[in-house]
């Protein structure tokens, strides 16, 4: 199923009226499109709070933590360059909440098989590869030199029955010849209520960035997870929460 929307807020409602609306509490595949530099929604604003407040209610963080850590946009103002540095400052104290028992996903990122004692820092890498190094080498456009992984096969393959992370598999960044760019990420699951509209949010985020440091222009996002749950709104909640808002939305 394939889901578009002017906005992260329109395109996640989207999916979550889609849900709502079945009989099913998931959907395999999901590919969630959205545009990044639209004008937001009237809605958005009383939409995110309720959000936060089901999530506050389930003892899960807000939205914005969860978009924080694909991307800590917090560390970004001013000068961007920084961004690693500052990260790599804080690292001690975030690595110690036990929900990043598991990994985190800018850390992994930036610091990419870290064991080995040679973490490799993919944007970093990736940056460079498509601006070039002066001196040292030329711009590397080709795009599927543009790919990130958080997945980290040597610590993720586990007998677990349950894990949680990593669920956000890969991310692309697409250049286009119209100076856009296009930012591409894969999850082996994801949860619609609980992360979805945060992860939406960090990989926006994410793209901002990384299109800023390569010359270029984020406008577009996709989603592609190959399950997607609803977490944990239930069905009622679900359609109390879509009721709301479905009607400032078009559903195919």
């Excluded at 499109?33 to 929604?41: K, L």
């Excluded at 936060?52 to 970004?76: D, H, M, V, W, Y």
Aim: hydrophobic content about 35%; some cysteine.
């Amino acid at each position: 199923m394939i889901v578009r929307g002017n906005s992260i807020t329109e395109c996640w409602l989207k999916i979550l009226i889609a849900i709502a609306d079945s009989a099913s509490t998931e959907i395999a595949p999901l590919v969630a499109n959205f545009a990044v530099n639209n004008s937001v929604p009237d809605y958005q604003e009383e939409l995110e709070n309720d959000l936060n407040e089901f999530l506050k209610r389930i003892g899960q963080n807000s939205f914005e933590t969860t978009a924080s850590t694909i991307f800590p946009k917090s560390l970004a103002t001013g000068d961007q360059s920084t961004v690693f540095e500052r990260f790599e400052n804080i690292w001690k104290h975030v690595k110690k909440d036990k929900q990043n028992r598991n990994g985190h996903y800018f850390r992994r990122l930036i610091a990419f098989n870290e064991a080995s004692g040679q973490p490799i820092n993919q944007l970093k890498h990736i940056i460079d590869t498509y601006n070039g190094v002066e001196g040292v080498r030329k711009p590397v456009h080709r795009r599927s030199a543009l790919i990130a992984l958080t997945f980290d096969p040597s610590i993720d393959h586990t007998s677990q029955t349950m894990r949680g992370f990593p669920c956000l598999q890969q991310v692309c960044f697409i250049p286009k010849k119209s100076g856009k760019m296009t930012i591409n990420a894969i999850y082996a699951m994801q949860h619609l209520t609980n992360r979805g509209y945060g992860n939406y949010v960090g990989l926006r985020n994410l793209g901002n960035f990384m299109a800023g440091k390569m010359g270029l222009e984020l406008d577009e996002v996709n989603c592609i997870a190959s399950v997607l749950e609803l977490g944990r709104m239930n069905k009622t909640e679900a359609r109390n929460f879509t009721n709301k808002y479905r009607k400032y939305v078009e559903t195919d």
